[in-house]
């Protein structure tokens, strides 16, 4: 955005030049602000959440002052919790400040009517989890006012085990996503390293990181691969007796700083009981594979958004009951593929039975082979 900054305006706190007047086309005032707080970038404070990825060098706290004070208003769901105000003897005044609080008008308060309209996380064809999470996570990050009077000041942190395919991966992406706060990756990849110390450096960075930017999320996928029982003993010995250790010390930190931690596991068993306890992890979520019920509810809601002729589902719900719910997307999938290449304009139960007879039996082994090889 080309501008002018003959008379602009020089912000001292924030070290930024705004300007008063341009002679290119018109612009929202809302483009403007947001372009002169990331310092260039063409962005609109409308777009809350993205402005405060940008500017992390600001307290999303303060950047919503801004946002106010200049008369625009933050989303409602912009994730921005509620925090406690210091004392007014431990704060320190800036008259300049002071003067332009004085200007700007205090915000309408919502209507008991708006206040009641809570944002409901859906996933489909896990209710039991959905409703978990909403009552557990969203409604008190969304409403946080209300559990911060009875002192209740962030969600606790969460563990999901069961069975390879279950879903609990897909259940915390699509969380981590309705919520958009920054997200933060533990796993083999990101932390592992054959060097002493090292992994424990690469979690305490990340968790360094992940305060930094609260609220913020972080994800421990595969977490037996660090927070085994330290009673079993392993080939790192000491080194991961420390890894486990700097686990319990820094997870009530964050805790504590409004990061949401969510872990995700295969062999809850093997999970060092301290890390289990209360204080670290409140709560520990079982999640099994899906029943009939689940399943039909993630077609239903697959099939909603694409065209489909009547059809007949109960074989198709019964077959994938006790399957992964990615093999039910699959199959959504395929049959809408299957009946794009006959030419057909809607799902009918040719392609939808195709696409479920294209899924490997239980333990059947594909003949399917792709690459070279050579005949005995």
């Known amino acids: 955005m080309d501008v002018s900054f003959h008379d602009a305006v020089y912000v001292e706190q924030y070290s930024r030049l705004l300007p008063t007047w341009t002679l290119t086309p018109y612009v929202d005032d809302e483009v403007v602000l947001g372009t002169w707080i990331t310092g260039g970038v063409v962005i609109s404070t409308e777009s ?88 557990h996570v969203i409604d008190i990050i969304f409403n946080a006012e209300k559990y911060q009077a009875m002192g209740i000041d962030f969600p606790s942190a969460i563990v999901l085990h069961g069975p390879p395919g279950c879903g609990k991966t897909f259940a915390v992406e699509r969380l981590v996503e309705f919520i958009d706060w920054p997200s933060y990756s533990i796993d083999s990849n990101s932390v592992g390293s054959p060097y002493i110390h090292e992994t424990s450096r690469k979690i305490s960075e990340i968790f360094d990181k992940a305060i930094d930017s609260a609220p913020s999320v972080i994800v421990i996928d595969e977490m037996e691969s660090f927070l085994s029982d330290r009673r079993f003993g392993s080939s790192s ?121 294209s899924l490997p039996k239980d333990k059947e082994k594909t003949n399917k082979r792709i690459g070279f090889f050579r005949d005995e």
């Open 237 to 357: 010995g000491l080194h991961h007796v420390e890894e486990v250790a700097e686990f319990l010390r820094r997870i009530p930190e964050a805790i504590n700083n409004k990061v949401l931690i969510i872990a995700m596991t295969n062999m809850i068993e093997m999970i060092d009981p301290a890390i289990l306890r209360r204080g670290r992890f409140d709560h520990i979520i079982e999640v099994g594979m899906p029943s009939r019920e689940e399943v039909a509810s993630l077609v239903d809601s697959l099939l909603s958004k694409l065209p489909k002729a009547d059809l007949n589902m109960d074989k198709i719900f019964d077959a994938l009951t006790g399957r992964a719910l990615s093999d039910s997307a699959f199959v959504i999938r395929e049959a809408a593929r299957l009946a794009a290449k006959a030419g057909k304009t809607k799902i009918d139960q040719e392609s939808i039975e195709a696409a479920l007879n």
């Open 48 to 135: 809350f959440r993205r402005l405060t990825n940008l500017t992390g060098w600001m307290p999303a706290g303060d950047l919503a002052e801004i946002v106010r004070a200049a008369g625009f208003t933050v989303p409602a769901d912009a994730g921005l919790l509620l925090t406690k105000h210091k004392p007014a003897s431990h704060v320190k005044t800036d008259s300049k400040a002071a003067i332009a609080k004085e200007a700007v008008k205090p915000e309408k308060p919502q209507s008991p009517e708006e206040a009641a309209e809570a944002k409901v996380f859906r996933l489909p064809g896990r209710p039991v989890l959905e409703g978990f999470f909403n009552e």
